[in-house]
């Protein structure tokens, strides 16, 4: 079993939808997690991080943590064709490496 | 957020050169960066930690006589591929630690090996 599960996709979705993003872990032991976006051909751009269960909201993102169910989610509201791209959820525990999701490759449709 | 640079973004090189490849964090300093590589529509493999004034850890399956890391300041690590073959052609990431928990990549380079 991976340490980190993610649906590679793709994910294609209209303009202005709702996207939902998810990763599952198996390690209770981390802490932080973590939403990176990728351009093709670019490194990773971090989007957000949370540490513990519950919400946080930035603009149109929200990343939601349950550590009960070891069940991450980043949501995007009204999505836009520039947010076409790969996201990928990282955990960690810390001052640890990161351990990456598959990425899941999203298409966002004008 | 944090900005990490990498040079050359992209190189080409005939099979048996050796290629150098720079990392560096612009506006903080990092006692720890990490080398990724990365296959088409594929996630980050990590190949190696860099500390700064120690040897490179390296992840199972990477040959470090090979992939040569160098962590000389707080803001610069370097990674040479020796001896490069066409199988060594990817993209490889570098990415910074600024706090325990942050990574700040760089916009990569891509490698490819004739």
């Known amino acids: 079993q991976k340490e980190v599960e993610q649906d590679p996709g793709p994910l294609s979705v209209p303009e202005g939808a709702i996207v939902s993003l998810n990763c599952t872990y198996s390690?209770?032991?981390?802490?932080?997690f973590m939403w990176y976006r990728q351009y093709s051909r670019k490194g990773p751009e971090l989007l957000m991080y949370?540490?513990?269960?519950g919400n946080k909201e930035d603009g149109r993102f929200t990343a939601q943590v349950d550590k009960s169910s070891k069940y991450i989610s980043l949501f995007i509201r009204d999505s836009q064709p520039s947010d076409s791209a790969t996201y990928l959820c990282?955990?960690?525990?810390?001052?640890?490496?990161?351990?990456f999701g598959q990425g899941t490759r999203l298409t966002i449709n004008p | 957020g944090a900005v990490v640079s990498q040079h050359p973004s992209r190189v080409i090189c005939k099979s048996g050169t050796s290629v150098k490849i720079e990392c560096r964090s612009l506006?903080?300093?990092?006692?720890?960066m990490f080398w990724y590589r990365q296959f088409p529509k594929q996630s980050l493999m990590l190949m190696a930690t860099?500390?700064?004034?120690?040897?490179?850890?390296?992840e199972q399956g990477v040959e470090k006589d090979k992939f040569l890391i160098n962590h000389a300041s707080l803001t610069l690590s370097t990674l040479t591929v020796t001896s490069a073959h066409p199988e060594d052609s990817s993209f490889y990431i570098c990415?910074?630690?600024?706090?325990?928990?942050?990574?700040?990549f760089g916009p990569g380079t891509r490698l490819t090996v004739l």
């Open positions: 390690n209770s032991a981390f802490q932080y």
């Open positions: 990282a955990i960690t525990q810390g001052a640890q490496k990161l351990v």
């Open positions: 990415s910074a630690r600024r706090r325990e928990h942050e990574q700040f």
């Open positions: 506006d903080f300093q990092a006692t720890t």
């Open positions: 949370t540490y513990s269960s």
């Open positions: 860099s500390n700064e004034g120690s040897k490179a850890t390296y």
